[in-house]
């Protein structure tokens, strides 16, 4: 038997997460195209979900087997493909979907979108447009908890395409230099936008780049949720024994486009194909099955994921526009009373 695996209840846990986050962004996608519903909604051709909108779709392992050793106390930095980091996190899934659609009861009353979506009531920091400007927000964290002497870390997810901008090397340079409290998680999905990210990365990659600087990195497959949850618990409590930054290089792959209306006909069908038979969530549930648990136990659980997203939806969809006033609030003044 696979020794990664954890005990029954954590390893049903661990399949929630992944299968919330894969309803979650079915949902999400459907409703930004105005499509008919996966599960089950009627055709409206009304599309809910404005502005871009990038999928974690196929990369559901990574979030779920990291954000599972994270206390609320914990800090995370996201991406602007951040859904299920914000799941994972323990951020309330009605609010998120109310936040895509617009609304005023949205994590950020429907201004922000997708990608400025923030929780930290439990710890989540916001997920960012800008590729790589999570890494420096995540040493400041850390190095607050640090300063402050908190009994927290910090969690700085980013795609293999942040490796290759300025702020990689000068967030993980700082880091290592303060002995800060932080896990780097490249979630390598191997596409940079459109284009695919090994012809434009020089060298061995996120890995071989963090150790130059004398951070400990581990590579793990990021398809393989018990995998992932067993080597981030290592590293989780390698940092907050104070041991300083670690990196874990999680190997994926992004299943859609870059954005959901992206059909990605720039990438090879046979290279999807081949990835398709990878997939997270059906090799999780394999992986249950074998050791013994009940089929019943994991359909149910795909179930209730279904529902609370349907009701999610429901919720959104009938959630009050923000206010017009709204507009001038949480901005920067200059000064010169042009908002008032």
């Not at 087997?65 to 602007?80: F, I």
């Not at 700085?156 to 290592?176: K, M, S, T, V, Y």
Request: charge should be negative.
């Amino acid at each position: 038997m696979d020794s990664t695996f954890p005990d029954p209840p954590r390893a049903l846990a661990l399949y929630r997460t992944m299968a919330r986050i894969r309803a979650f962004e079915n949902a999400a996608e459907i409703a930004s195209q105005g499509g008919v519903s996966a599960y089950g909604q009627q055709a409206t051709g009304t599309v809910r979900v404005r502005g871009p909108l990038h999928l974690s779709t196929g990369q559901e392992a990574v979030p779920a087997g990291v954000c599972a050793h994270l206390k609320p106390a914990d800090y995370l930095t996201s991406t602007h493909r951040g859904h299920g980091h914000t799941l994972a996190k323990g951020a309330d899934l009605d609010r998120m979907m109310g936040e895509l659609f617009g609304k005023a009861t949205g994590f950020n009353g429907g201004k922000g979108g997708s990608m400025h979506i923030a929780d930290f009531s439990v710890g989540m920091l916001g997920a960012n447009g800008v590729v790589a400007a999570g890494l420096p927000i995540a040493v400041g964290a850390a190095h607050a908890q640090k300063l402050q002497k908190r009994d927290a870390i910090t969690v700085c997810f980013f795609g293999d395409g942040a490796i290759n901008r300025g702020p990689f090397l000068e967030a993980l340079n700082w880091a290592q230099v303060y002995r800060l409290p932080v896990l780097f998680v490249c979630e390598d999905n191997r596409w940079s936008a459109t284009t695919a990210s090994g012809p434009m990365t020089a060298g061995e990659g996120a890995s071989a780049r963090a150790e130059a600087l004398s951070i400990a990195a581990t590579q793990v497959d990021g398809n393989d949720v018990f995998a992932v949850h067993a080597t981030a618990a290592r590293l989780v409590d390698q940092v907050r024994s104070g041991n300083g930054p670690r990196l874990l290089h999680a190997m994926t792959y992004r299943v859609k486009g870059h954005v959901s209306v992206d059909p990605a006909a720039y990438r090879d069908p046979a290279e999807l194909a081949a990835a398709l038979e990878t997939d997270p969530i059906a090799r999780a549930r394999a992986v249950c099955t074998q050791h013994g648990l009940a089929t019943a136990a994991i359909d149910a659980i795909d179930a209730d994921a279904h529902a609370e997203v349907e009701a999610a939806l429901a919720a959104a969809a009938a959630a009050p526009w923000p206010d017009a006033g709204a507009a001038f609030t949480d901005i920067q003044t200059t000064g010169a009373g042009q908002w008032h």
